[in-house]
Each structure stands twice: as structure tokens, then as C-alpha cells.
């Protein structure tokens, strides 16, 4: 692990493993601009996080990129979400730009220019698969979080990233099935490497909302401090915690609206008190 301006790199062992086998194979330059292409990527997505307030701990360098890894608060909006993960592309654009000026002024030529410009396009297009925990993914997932419930955006972000890592594992062995090419090895370890991360992290749900919950409470301070409108939740007095919960929107606060069997409210309840209930073991609210 390496420290640098406070943050934390850190290295995949199949990363590592790759940058072995590219010296054997001659492909280490090659492999090094790649390194380097990914690394501003990702400072990109650093320099836009702490624009926005927001602590990066770490860049983890892996198999298919790097990922930066930062801290989860309230200050954390959809919409900053969004920014923040379209700014990682946006250094792959930029970079490209670049090239083809000094190329249109003849300071660099050769093949290693086309080298650099595809190697950007390649890992920009690619980051913006809708794949957790890739750029796309994460766009995707902020998307999902305006419209549904927080529970439902991870169920139906880490479906889809299922589904799309599934997409490139088969296209990474397609050639070799139906006859017509070889089999895409970096391709079918970067897709099963995705789709293994994705279905560990469809299993670990239920601990990723109780960690929402949780910090539920710099939400509210959020909104009270904004002054905006509380969101309004009607729910039968014999709904169960738990299906209360997961109605839950990730950037509103919550008021519940209790209704008996005859349909009227009988209580109006803070969020924050059936979370607490919740938290507690206690069926009522």
C-alpha cells in the first residue's frame, strides 16, 4: 500500500499479477501507460469528490481500473454522485484532447499515439457500463435512488450489474463457442471478477440498508437545516417494520401516517422513531 496526498492506493493481487506478467510478455510500457491512464481517471473522480466536501480514504487499483473510495455521508446527493463518477470519463476526454493537439502539431506521432487515445476511449466507454462498481454503475444506482425507495435502488442497481457483468462474461467467450475467434481471457476475468463482486454484494443488501438506517439521523439534520418538506408515508397500523422501512427514500425525510382498520390516522409518527424501534427489536412504533 502506498500513501499519497492522504490517500491510500492500494493494489488488486490479480493487478499485481497482470503487471508481472506484462514484463514477461514485453507489454510492461504498454501495461505502465495503462497504469497511468487509470491513476488520473481516478483523480479525477478525487479531485470532483473533494470539490464537494467529501473525503476519499483510498483508490484501490483493480483488475478492470481503480475505484475510489469514499466516505458515505449526507453530503453524498444523487446528483453529486453523478458528477462525481462522470468525472473520472471526463479526465479520459480531456487526455484525448490533449493527444490529438500535440498530434495535430506534430510533437507526437507513431503508434503509440493510437495506443494512448484508444487505451482512453476503451477504459471510458467501459467504465460507463452500468456495472458496480463502475462509473456507470454508480450513475445508474443515483438515478434509481430519485425515483425509488432506497431499499429498491440497491436490489434493482446490483440486478442490473448482475445482469451486464453476466453480458460481458458471455461476449468474453463467445469467439471461442461459436468458432469464429479466440477467447477474450482479460475480458472473462474482468467480467467474472465483476459478477463474482456483484452477487457478494447483492447477498450483503440487508447489512448495506441497516447501515442507511443507521446514519439516517445526518438526514434529518440535513432537511431540517434546508427547511424542505418531509415526505409523507401512509401505512396500516399492522404493517410490519421492516416493509415500513424499506419505503425509505435516500434524500427525503419521513413522516408516517398511521391508519387503522377504518381508514383514519391515528398517529403521525418521525422517522427516527421507527428506526429506533426498529433498531430496538421493538414491534411497535
Not at 187 to 208: A, C, H, Q, W
Request: charged letters at 10%; glycine letters at 8%; proline letters at 5%.
Amino acid at each position: 500500500m502506498i500513501k499519497w496526498g492522504g490517500i491510500n492506493i492500494s493494489f488488486h493481487p490479480f493487478f499485481i499479477l497482470i503487471m508481472l506478467a506484462s514484463i514477461f510478455t514485453g507489454h510492461f510500457l504498454e501495461l505502465l501507460a495503462l497504469f497511468a491512464i487509470v491513476f488520473v481517471h481516478e483523480l479525477g473522480h478525487v479531485a470532483c469528490a473533494r470539490l464537494f466536501g467529501i473525503h476519499v480514504s483510498s483508490i484501490q487499483m483493480l483488475p478492470f481500473g481503480g475505484v475510489a473510495v469514499m466516505e458515505d455521508t449526507g453530503h453524498l446527493t444523487a446528483g453529486r454522485e453523478v458528477a462525481i463518477a462522470l468525472a473520472g470519463p471526463a479526465q479520459n476526454l480531456l487526455m484525448i484532447g490533449i493527444s490529438w493537439l500535440l498530434h495535430a502539431t506534430g510533437i507526437w506521432e507513431g503508434p503509440f499515439f493510437s495506443y494512448f487515445v484508444e487505451s482512453n476511449l476503451l477504459i471510458a466507454l467501459f467504465n460507463l457500463l452500468p456495472i458496480l462498481p463502475l462509473d456507470g454503475g454508480k450513475v445508474c444506482q443515483a438515478l434509481c435512488s430519485k425515483g425509488l425507495p432506497f431499499h429498491s435502488t440497491l436490489v434493482w442497481s446490483l440486478r442490473i450489474s448482475i445482469l451486464f457483468s453476466l453480458f460481458v462474461t458471455v461476449y468474453s467467450v463467445a469467439p471461442l463457442v461459436l468458432g469464429y475467434g479466440a477467447l477474450q481471457m482479460n475480458l472473462l476475468l474482468v467480467g467474472v471478477f465483476l459478477l463474482y463482486s456483484n452477487i457478494t454484494d447483492y447477498r450483503n443488501i440487508p447489512y448495506r440498508f441497516l447501515r442507511f438506517l443507521v446514519n439516517r439521523e445526518n438526514e434529518f439534520a440535513r432537511h431540517l437545516l434546508a427547511g424542505s418538506l418531509a415526505q409523507p408515508i401512509v401505512a396500516d397500523k399492522a404493517k410490519p417494520l421492516d416493509g415500513l422501512l424499506r419505503l425509505f427514500k435516500r434524500e427525503k425525510y419521513h413522516f408516517i401516517y398511521i391508519m387503522n382498520a377504518q381508514g383514519n390516522i391515528v398517529a403521525v409518527v418521525p422517522e427516527q422513531r421507527v428506526i429506533s424501534s426498529y433498531l430496538r427489536g421493538d414491534p411497535g412504533a
